[in-house]
Every structure is written in C-alpha cells, then in structure tokens.
C-alpha cells in the first residue's frame, strides 16, 4: 500500500500526464518543503500537485484510489500537532492554489470561499461591507479556510465566538474512493437539517476522511469599535483575579489573552516594542459602541489596577492596538519560541512542541501552577501563552533531535502536560487537532471519560468515508 514499493518516478510521470506538468512538482529541493511543519516533524513526499478545482481534486483521488497511493491535502501546513505531514511515502494535495472568495452575502449572512484562501485575506475582503469572520488563530495571516475547517481552529476571540464548527454552515469535498466522489453536504442558510450533520463531521477531522474544495462559512458584523487594555501583573494569582472580576461583571470581551512575565519580555524583544512587561500579561479586548469607548476603558483600567496591575497600556480602538503592538506581543507566541530556541540550539535541528491543552477557566490558576512546576522537572524554558478567556494554554518547548536524552525528556514533559489538562477536566486538544502527537492521548482522555468505545466508532467513520485507507493515514486514529 502507498507509495513504499512503486516506482516513484513513474507515479511522478503519470501525475503530470493527468494535469500537466504546471500542476505537478517532483523536485525533490521543493517537495521537502511541503513535507515538513513548523514543529520540526518531517516525512517523505514524493510529488506535490497543485489542483485548481473540484474536478481537479475528484481526478487525483480516482488515480490514488486506483493506484493505492497515501494522499495529503495541506493548506499553509501550520499545523502543530503532526496532521498535516506526509508520515509515510506519498503525494502531497496543496490547495494553495484554489484560493477565490466566490461570494460574499450580507444579507444571507454567508460567504463561499475554496479551501486554499487565508483567513486574513478572507478578512480584509470582508471588511469592504463591514463584516468579518471571527476565527484568528496565531498563525492568521496565513492559514487557510480548509487548514482552519480540517483542524477545527478558534484562535484568542474563541471565548465569544467559539471554533470553526461554529461557522461552517456546508461544505463541498471530495470522497477517497472509486470514483471521487464530489459531495456537497449542509447548507447555506443558518438553520439546516440534513439528518446526520455530515459537514461538522468533517470539521476537526483533520483531512482524514475527505478533502473540502469549497465551504460555506457564516459571518457577522465587526463590531463598531474595540477598545483593548494590556496589563502587567506581578503574580498569576493576581491576574487570575482580574479575569474573575470581568467575568463577574458580565463584561462582553472579545478577546481575553495570556503569558507569564519571561514569555511576554522575550516576545516584546523578539518585536523591538517599546512596551516593557514587568509581570504576567493579561490582554483584554472589549468591543463597544464609540460613544462607550472612554467609559469602559476607564473601567477596565479600574479593575486592572484594583487587581494589582503594575502597569497598564491601553487604546481606544483596535487601529490604535495594533500600532502600539498590544496584539501583536501575544500573537508573536510562536516566533518567540523560535528566537529562545536559536538562542539556546544555534546551529542544530530542533524539534518544537506546543502544547494545546484547555481546562475549565476555574482551574486555569491551577493547570499554570502544574506547568510551572513541569518546567522546574524536566529543566525545558517554556514559552506559555494561551487564550484564558476560554481557558486554552499553549505550553511550547524545543529541544534538539540530535539528544535522544533530551528528546525522551521533551516526550514525557509533553505527556504529562495533557495529562494534567485530563485530570483537571480538560482536554488534550482544543483546536491544533490530534495528528500523530496526540493519538495515545486521547486515548488517555477518552478513558478517563469511560468512553474508549469512541475511539471504535471514529475507526469505523475512517472505514466508510476512505475504505482503502488512503487520506493522511495515520492520523487521528488507528484503522489498521
């Protein structure tokens, strides 16, 4: 099965063959590219084919079915929890090219897009009629509808709008079988009932069981102005306290972010801003009507300060945040791992784990302690950030892959960190998907849950939808 035993460059040949040798890469300088994700995990791509439309996608998967050869749909492959490399020898589906914002409607609340468009360019789009769609991971300004649907993303304004299995209204895929089946399942109006939801079912499946050509994606109006306060706390427990004071209060945040004091110095370094943190951070957005705006401020800064806050920067509007580079210091999470780790491995590969576990917000103070406490055993500097509004931390080490003792370190640091997620009543993944990091613990989650018989019932979903096994194997769950 797959591509161990073919003759490589005849598959190679006959994918060109059937769309052209514009719509086929086989150098293998630009195959590894698309063969790796940013934590460092890396397969074997043989090909990489480039489609531009659903009869393009339907095409490939008639010739792998045929062929019984492994195939990888990708979008911008930020992925972080290993789903979207090629774990075993195959073909890699990039979609980056299937990137058209076909329509946008105000009046039915929707736009259709293909799966290959980035969030951000979806975004700016949108704000030509002064909508938006809510879903901002950090890695925004690059990853893509179909990454986003395949992963089930949120990002730091989930704590008010949820994941993407909130706004995919349908979808348009293509089935991994004979004869590539183009399904269009959902709707496109915001109340719809088909029988078995099949298009939230793709959602978070992690192109395992389908690749999504086009989506139906609901939006909402952006709100006229937000207004955002960035904060230093000297304690956790005094930050933790100024969350619990603005949930109290009912205030409607739009978005509500955290790092501890080390993370926060080292980002704010890693942007040249001339903020400089002196405590835990806590990023708040609220989002109000202008003639609000002063008031709320003021009494966010109010309750910052009653907390404990040993500063306090604020804006009246979410232009003037982003010129201050308020936002910007939490979504710079990733690349200030990246810089602590080119400081601390210059010169070696590195492997980078982030975590992505969430527990209730009542236990947040809690799970921050825990993983303080992880990071003194095992000796890893953790970069930590996360969404505390809705409770999701992303723990993030590196370690070198040349140190087989660091590496079983870093394992076990990784493992002991969801399973202080599940004992806290958790999860291990709250939207970077399970891929092949997570597969055992969920394993672990689901029968702390009394509910392994999940893991059964998701196999057999795999069976029907790709009865040949042949869409990104290996992730998610055990078919074999």
Not at 177 to 194: A, P, S
Request: charged residues 25%; hydrophobic residues 45%.
């Amino acid at each position: 099965m797959g591509l161990e035993g073919a003759p490589v460059a005849r598959i190679a040949e006959e994918l060109e063959k059937l769309f052209g040798p514009e719509k086929v890469v086989s150098d293998p300088h630009i195959v590894r590219l698309y063969s790796r994700e940013p934590s460092g995990l890396e397969g074997r791509a043989e090909a990489v084919v480039f489609p531009e439309s659903a009869l393009d996608v339907s095409r490939l998967v008639r010739y792998a079915y045929s062929r019984e050869v492994y195939i990888y749909p990708q979008g911008s492959s930020t992925d972080l929890a290993g789903g979207a490399f090629p774990e075993r020898p195959g073909v890699v589906v990039s979609m980056e090219r299937m990137r058209r914002v076909r329509e946008v409607s105000v009046l039915d609340s929707v736009a259709v897009v293909e799966p290959g468009v980035r969030l951000w360019d979806l975004n700016v789009e949108l704000s030509r009629y002064r909508y938006m769609f809510p879903i901002d991971p950090g890695s925004v300004k690059v990853a893509t509808v179909g990454g986003a649907i395949n992963t089930g993303a949120g990002g730091m304004r989930g704590a008010r709008y949820g994941t993407m299995r909130d706004w995919v209204l349908g979808l348009e895929i293509v089935l991994p079988d004979e004869e590539g089946t183009i399904l269009r399942v959902g709707c496109r109006t915001l109340k719809c009932r088909q029988g078995y939801d099949l298009a939230r079912l793709i959602v978070g499946s992690e192109g395992t069981l389908a690749i999504v050509t086009e989506a139906i994606l609901k939006i909402t109006p952006m709100p006229e102005n937000v207004v955002v306060v960035l904060a230093f706390f000297p304690t956790l427990r005094q930050l933790v306290d100024a969350v619990i004071e603005v949930k109290s209060r009912a205030i409607d945040t739009l978005l509500m972010e955290f790092m501890d004091v080390d993370s926060a110095r080292l980002a704010a370094e890693t942007l040249g801003a001339s903020i400089r943190p002196d405590g835990h951070m806590l990023l708040v957005g609220v989002p109000v009507y202008r003639e609000a705006s002063t008031r709320v401020l003021e009494e966010m800064v109010s309750i910052a300060k009653a907390a404990g806050a040993a500063s306090v920067y604020t804006a009246k509007s979410m232009e003037e945040a982003e010129e201050k580079k308020l936002l910007e210091i939490r979504r710079s999470l990733f690349a200030t791992q990246a810089l602590l780790t080119q400081k601390q491995f210059k010169g070696r590969k590195v492997m980078m784990l982030m975590e992505d576990i969430a527990v209730p917000p009542s236990k947040l103070l809690d799970a921050v302690e825990r993983l303080k406490e992880l990071e003194a055993k095992y000796g890893f500097k953790t970069v930590l950030g996360g969404h505390i509004g809705d409770g999701n931390l992303h723990p993030t080490i590196s370690y070198p892959v040349d140190d087989e003792k660091a590496k079983e370190a870093a394992l076990n640091w990784y493992y002991d960190v969801m399973k202080m997620a599940i004992e806290l009543g958790g999860t291990v993944s709250a939207e970077h998907g399970i891929g092949v990091l997570k597969k055992e613990a969920l394993r672990l989650e689901l029968e702390r849950m009394g509910s392994v018989k999940a893991l059964e019932i998701m196999a057999g979903i795999k069976r029907v939808f790709d009865p040949k096994g042949i869409l990104n194997p290996g992730k998610v769950v055990a078919v074999e």
